[in-house]
């Protein structure tokens, strides 16, 4: 069973930066893709960025130039770097890990960009 721990979330100013990390209990899986999804009150779930087996990386267009989805491989671990936040950044970020066999979800962290 995997397990992700998320942190970072939280309250900042337009223009302002945070930092999301996601780590992955350590197992004996194959990560296919790694990523992050976030999901704003009364919208769908969408994908905010990831990275393929291989390193490629996709980005929502919303966040194309802000965003950036840097790993550590050692640490099982993959962030959210998030630059220049707007207030439509507002939602809860959940990671997301998809093995061989099944994909599986962090508990969501809050982020809100607000003055």
């Known amino acids: 069973q995997v397990q992700l721990a998320e942190s970072g979330g939280g309250l900042v100013q337009p223009g302002g930066s945070l930092r999301l990390s996601c780590a992955a209990s350590?197992?004996?899986?194959?990560?296919?893709?790694m990523g992050w999804y976030r999901q704003a009150p009364g919208k769908q779930r969408e994908l905010v960025a990831r990275?393929?087996?291989?390193?490629?990386?996709n980005y929502a267009d919303s966040v194309k130039g802000r965003f950036t989805i840097p790993r550590d491989n050692a640490k099982n671990t993959v962030y959210l770097q998030m630059n220049s936040l707007k207030p439509e950044d507002t939602a809860v970020y959940y990671c997301?890990?998809?093995?061989?066999?099944?994909?599986?979800w962090g508990q969501g962290t809050q982020v809100t960009v607000s003055s």
């Open positions: 997301n890990l998809v093995t061989l066999l099944k994909s599986y």
């Open positions: 990275i393929i087996s291989r390193g490629t990386t």
């Open positions: 350590r197992g004996a899986f194959i990560i296919n893709a």
